[in-house]
């Protein structure tokens, strides 16, 4: 009742002030960068240390008005955290790692937004053999309705293989990726490719072996002997590479990876086991394709494998994006070989 009868006076603001004004909220992109510059302050001083905090002063630009500094790569994450043995030092650099993760994600976020992936994803299990039926099921040929697509866990990684996938990750694009020489590529010089040294064989033997435990027997020739330059264009059935995409990279046109040039339409009858497959392995998180002109988002680690005469084509990209794509021949299938043909919908 007193509160009513005798409101207190307006408050006065004392003699020589300005009335106070609430503090802006600090973006996400600051609180994260501000967390990340605490976590620096646990670290020796160390090569690592000036390399973060180089990479946090250029995020702090992304703050500011555009135009903002394309994505600059990070360390080899194996190399400083994950490949070091349980130390205090590890768990300073892993938090440290988390923390650069947190402010990458804010200053540049993936774009474009990708819809959850709906492709069909093959249930885990202890027994590879025992997901035939689901790859009969999806990678049948168009005419039974099949996508001719699905997602299947990758290989179990080694660390020695976790190191070679690491580097190829965040490696300089450098002189060793070329361009595609594929009308397919839109922008070539901002799609390139290069092939694994035989230092990183065994990341291919990893995928091989993978394939083979899901009943793929692939007849990945250059696993044992590599495709020289210049060698007949058949080889490239058995192709294993490094594709990465740069920024600003665009659409590829939809197109299929393996049709006969004098007869595009050969495959369609096929079922598995008849007719050859691509395949995509993420390596790395962000990785996208577009399926009958829908984007879809191949998880980290995991295999997109699909039909030679699946409509699909790359999708732009706006940071730098590295993945493994392969060509496979079945054991049991016929070659045909690998002519790109554009879809009617491209």
Not at 141 to 162: D, F, M, N, W, Y
Not at 184 to 204: G, L, M, N, Q
Not at 205 to 222: E, F
Not at 323 to 341: K, N, V
Request: charged share 20%; with cysteine; net charge neutral.
């Amino acid at each position: 009742m007193y509160a009513l009868a005798w409101p207190a006076p307006p408050h006065e603001p004392l003699a020589g002030t300005a009335p106070s004004e609430a503090a802006p909220l600090p973006s996400p992109l600051s609180t994260a960068l501000a967390e990340a510059r605490r976590a620096c302050t646990d670290l020796q001083d160390s090569r690592f240390r000036q390399d973060v905090e180089a990479l946090l002063d250029t995020a702090s630009a992304c703050l500011g008005p555009p135009p903002h500094p394309s994505r600059p790569p990070r360390p080899n994450r194996h190399k400083t955290a994950t490949g070091l043995q349980d130390s205090p030092l590890k768990t300073r650099r892993t938090a440290a790692w988390a923390a650069l993760d947190r402010v990458y994600a804010l200053a540049w976020p993936d774009m474009p937004k990708v819809l959850p992936s709906t492709l069909p994803l093959a249930p885990t299990t202890t027994n590879p053999a025992s997901l035939w039926p689901f790859l009969l099921t999806h990678l049948g040929p168009p005419t039974t309705g099949a996508l001719g697509a699905c997602l299947v866990e990758g290989p179990s990684l080694t660390p020695a293989c976790e190191a070679i996938l690491d580097r190829a990750i965040h490696e300089p694009t450098g002189t060793a990726y070329k361009e595609v020489k594929l009308e397919v590529a839109a922008s070539s010089k901002h799609r390139r490719i290069r092939r694994p040294t035989d230092a990183e064989t065994a990341v291919k033997i990893a995928l091989r072996d993978r394939l083979a435990a899901l009943g793929l027997q692939a007849n990945m020739r250059d696993v044992a002997a590599p495709v020289e330059e210049g060698e007949d264009s058949q080889a490239l059935a058995s192709l294993t590479v490094f594709m990465r995409s740069l920024p600003g990279c665009g659409k590829q046109k939809t197109h299929v990876d393996r049709a006969n040039k004098d007869d595009p339409e050969a495959l369609t009858d096929l079922p598995l086991g008849s007719v050859p497959l691509s395949v995509i392995w993420a390596i790395e998180d962000g990785t996208t394709i577009l399926v009958h002109g829908k984007r879809y988002e191949v998880p980290r680690n995991h295999l997109l494998i699909f039909r030679g005469d699946l409509c699909h084509a790359g999708d732009e990209y706006q940071r730098r994006n590295t993945r493994i794509h392969a060509y496979l021949d079945l054991a049991d299938g016929r070659f045909i070989s690998p002519w790109t043909t554009f879809c009617s919908a491209a």
